[in-house]
């Protein structure tokens, strides 16, 4: 953050837990992630964080583009901290998204009862008339503990990386639609202190009304609706303003101005909307402002931080391709899958790759990997690579960004070169 925050979020910034880093890495040179906590439930709940946590998750949850909730499908729960947190995120409900992560860890039926489950409980502490979106699936590098719902985790995978994505396009409008909001509310707000200082005695007997006007301040927002057609979503949380207004003089309070009201008004009907086309023609001029990177630059590689990737490098001082001595083994399976001439096609090699159980964030890296001359094909060696870094992967290891030299396939070695 540029600029620290004044007055009551400046107590945020007093948290010495708070912690960032930077990483050399493509995807964050279009976006910035915060990783909250996570939400105590149970016994635990009793223990102080010794700091106001959903104050913190407001304050953020304003200024941010995109806000993920992520739910266990084997321990779906909504704590009381947890609903206190839903509670913070009052008015940011079109930027969250909700994600039912290891969803693999149960099977069709038992998950179809923890999805009814999840929305029916959002339903009640959301509250809202809108359905909020659930992305179903098991997001890490793991193989799937049953995949049976595998076909189901891949198109949601794929809407979440969209969704995502699409976020730095999107950052314009979601800034033009707080301006929006910022001034609906401070025209609210602007009624709101003219009605109380107008209802002020000049004389005598201040205080008790000041109370009087604070205990009835949901009244006097009805009836500041009712007399000038302001949506009840406008106004702020009234018991939140309510203790607001305890400190305040309400006599030091400025009248109306209806000039400045309707500049304001100018501003929303006219002005705003002479930033539309201009935000439009933008979009259409800069076409690939989207997130780059990871997940982004193929259809499946997925966004997460993979394992140590020692085991990519075994071999690498080593005169020979690693691959040869399990090369017999990978040629059986080649051909019993009957390529045609010399090659499997896509197809055919996803059939076996999905197999392994692998998720498809993981087999989409692995074929970018191993499809070295960019064919669409894998030929006899590329399909020994592939089912190399695969046992890599099951063993526990993570995968590098680009293929090393010393695991190009030997027949493909002056050709990347070359290339290159």
């Given amino acids: 953050?540029?600029?620290?925050?004044?007055?009551?979020?400046?107590?945020?910034?007093?948290?010495?837990?708070?912690?960032?880093?930077?990483?050399?890495?493509?995807?964050?040179?279009?976006?910035?992630?915060?990783?909250?906590?996570?939400?105590?439930?149970g016994a635990k709940q009793r223990v102080s964080r010794g700091y106001d946590f959903p104050a913190v998750l407001q304050w953020f949850a304003e200024r941010v583009d995109r806000i993920i909730m992520l739910f266990d499908a084997h321990k779906l729960e909504i704590s009381d901290e947890f609903s206190e947190a839903i509670h913070a995120l009052k008015?940011?409900?079109?930027?969250?998204?909700?994600?039912?992560?290891?969803?693999?860890?149960?099977?069709?039926?038992?998950?179809?009862?923890?999805?009814?489950a999840l929305m029916w409980s959002l339903g009640k502490v959301f509250n809202t008339p809108e359905v909020l979106r659930v992305f179903i699936g098991s997001f890490w590098a793991e193989p799937l503990l049953i995949p049976d719902n595998r076909k189901l985790f891949?198109?949601?995978?794929?809407?979440?990386?969209?969704?995502?994505?699409?976020?730095?396009?999107?950052?314009?409008?979601?800034?033009?639609?707080?301006?929006?909001?910022?001034?609906?509310?401070v025209r609210v707000h602007a009624h709101i202190i003219s009605c109380l200082k107008k209802e002020m005695p000049s004389m005598f007997g201040k205080d008790h009304k000041k109370k009087q006007l604070i205990s009835k301040l949901p009244?006097?927002?009805?009836?500041?609706?009712?007399?000038?057609?302001?949506?009840?979503?406008?106004?702020?949380?009234?018991?939140?303003?309510?203790?607001?207004?305890?400190?305040?003089?309400?006599?030091?309070?400025?009248?109306?101005k209806p000039r400045m009201l309707e500049v304001l008004d100018e501003l929303m009907t006219a002005d705003i909307a002479k930033l539309m086309p201009l935000l439009r023609q933008e979009e259409i001029e800069t076409p690939d402002q989207l997130v780059k990177g990871g997940a982004f630059d193929g259809t499946y590689n997925g966004p997460f931080m993979e394992g140590s990737t020692e085991g990519i490098y075994e071999g690498a001082d080593d005169e020979e391709w690693v691959v040869t001595r399990d090369k017999p083994k990978y040629d059986e399976i080649f051909y019993t899958l009957a390529p045609t001439d010399g090659k499997l096609s896509g197809t055919k090699a996803k059939n076996w790759m999905v197999?392994?159980?692998?998720?498809?964030?993981?087999?989409?890296?692995?074929?970018?990997?191993?499809?070295?001359?960019r064919d669409g094909m894998l030929d006899d060696e590329e399909f020994a690579l592939a089912s190399h870094l695969i046992e890599v992967k099951l063993d526990g290891h993570g995968l590098p960004p680009e293929l090393p030299g010393h695991l190009v396939p030997p027949s493909k070695r002056r050709q990347k070169g070359t290339a290159e």
């Fill in 154 to 185: 891949e198109l949601e995978e794929q809407d979440l990386f969209q969704d995502i994505q699409n976020l730095p396009r999107n950052a314009a409008l979601r800034k033009l639609n707080d301006l929006v909001k910022r001034a609906r509310l």
């Fill in 1 to 41: 953050m540029r600029n620290r925050p004044s007055g009551d979020s400046a107590k945020i910034w007093t948290i010495k837990r708070f912690m960032c880093a930077q990483l050399p890495n493509k995807v964050l040179e279009s976006i910035s992630i915060i990783d909250t906590p996570g939400i105590l439930s």
């Fill in 355 to 373: 197999t392994t159980k692998l998720p498809n964030s993981v087999l989409g890296k692995i074929w970018k990997l191993s499809d070295v001359d």
């Fill in 219 to 256: 009244v006097i927002f009805a009836k500041i609706q009712l007399e000038h057609h302001i949506s009840p979503g406008d106004f702020p949380d009234s018991e939140k303003m309510q203790e607001q207004l305890m400190v305040h003089d309400f006599t030091r309070f400025h009248s109306l």
């Fill in 91 to 116: 008015g940011n409900e079109d930027k969250i998204r909700v994600v039912l992560n290891k969803a693999d860890m149960v099977d069709t039926q038992e998950l179809m009862r923890v999805y009814g």
